[in-house]
């Protein structure tokens, strides 16, 4: 089946700092979703991005299908911003069970 | 309007008893997932239904695990004779006309 990898696994960052946390695949997906896992554990859509670029305020995401990996920027970091973040891709059978990466833990201290 | 919603958000039981977890999708939405997301880790896939009807339980880990969906709407995971190993968060996911799937705030088990 497929495989979802993402890194780094773990990043602390100093409040105000930017970030990159990559995801790869391993076969052609035609949807990914980024999503933020806070500290009380609730799992937070971020972005439905199959391919392109989409911004939403601090946050962007960019898919690039054809080489199979998305990229989540985080940009001006804060405290909230903390937490587990995934991606994940449907599996093959024609619905969207989805494969999730392992996660990246982000720890953004003031 | 409201959001998937699951309950109870957290459950202590002892080993060998039975356990219902409860979802409550988006109104309207057809599709309804459930996985289980072990500390440390990412969720993983449990079971899948469209509607009433259950499309994929390929994940349920074996037949202690059941789950049902019987008007299409709100659905219910149930675990037999509990163990110790079946300690996770449950989240459950539905969608609708689109793909992107929207997920609850879970249900933490615990068994002692």
């Known amino acids: 089946g497929i495989q979802v990898e993402q890194s780094p696994p773990d990043l602390i960052l100093q409040e105000g700092a930017n970030s990159t946390l990559r995801c790869n695949f391993s076969?052609?997906?035609?949807?990914l979703q980024w999503f933020h896992q806070n500290p009380w554990g609730q799992l937070i859509n971020l972005f439905y991005i199959p391919s392109g670029t989409k911004q939403n305020g601090r946050l962007s995401a960019t898919t690039v299908a054809t080489e199979r990996y998305s990229l989540l920027y985080i940009s001006s970091s804060q405290t909230t911003d903390s937490g587990v973040y995934f991606c994940?891709?449907?599996?093959?059978?024609?619905?969207?069970?989805?494969?999730f990466g392992a996660g990246t833990r982000l720890a953004v201290h003031p | 309007g409201a959001g998937v919603s699951q309950s109870p958000r957290y459950k202590v039981t002892k080993r060998g008893q039975d356990v219902a977890l409860r979802c409550d999708p988006i109104s309207g939405h057809v599709s309804l997932y459930w996985y289980r997301q072990a500390l440390g880790q990412g969720p993983e896939f449990l079971t899948y239904f469209n509607y009433e009807a259950q499309q994929d339980k390929s994940g349920l880990p074996n037949d202690r695990f059941s789950a049902e969906r019987p008007e299409g709407s709100i659905s219910t995971l149930t675990i037999q004779r509990t163990e110790q190993r079946d300690s996770a968060m449950y989240r459950c996911?539905?969608?609708?006309?689109?793909?992107?799937?929207?997920f609850g705030p879970g249900t933490r088990l615990l068994v002692l």
């Open positions: 076969d052609s997906v035609n949807n």
């Open positions: 994940a891709v449907p599996s093959s059978g024609g619905y969207n069970k989805l494969i």
């Open positions: 996911a539905s969608t609708g006309a689109g793909e992107t799937q929207y």
